[in-house]
């Protein structure tokens, strides 16, 4: 059973960092796209980043480009989405998701057949 796994997320302060992990459980993370995307209470889910199969491409959301970074551990079968700068905005839910189609990423969250439970980061002082 192909599941991600968040963990990492917390309670910061603005212009503080998180790294977030998304962990396979039952699948290699080298075979699937892999995005990370988010949600604010009351806002609709949003795409923040994601690194291709195909190529290991890395897309971002223009909202966080510049402050975050996603890479990939084979070693580890691990996705990790490295976030500096964080703002009060960047509060919510972030989850992780795959794509089994071997092709460069986007963030369509139509096109993401598995996610994890998510995990929380507040940015606040």
């Known amino acids: 059973q192909v599941q991600p796994v968040e963990s990492g997320g917390g309670l910061v302060q603005p212009g503080g960092s998180l790294r977030l992990s998304c962990a396979a459980a039952?699948?290699?993370?080298?075979?699937?796209?892999i995005a990370w995307f988010r949600q604010a209470p009351g806002k609709e889910r949003e795409g923040v980043s994601c690194?291709?199969?195909?190529?290991?491409?890395?897309y971002y959301a223009d909202s966080v480009k510049g402050r975050f970074t996603i890479s990939r551990d084979s070693a580890k079968n691990t996705v990790y989405l490295q976030m500096n700068s964080l703002k009060p905005e960047d509060t919510a839910v972030y989850y992780c998701?795959?794509?089994?189609?071997?092709?460069?990423?986007?963030?369509?969250?139509?096109?993401?057949?598995?996610w994890g439970q998510g995990t929380q980061v507040t940015v606040s002082s």
């Open positions: 998701a795959a794509d089994e189609l071997f092709r460069v990423c986007e963030l369509k969250i139509y096109e993401y057949d598995y």
């Open positions: 690194i291709s199969s195909s190529d290991g491409s890395t």
């Open positions: 039952g699948f290699t993370l080298d075979y699937y796209a």
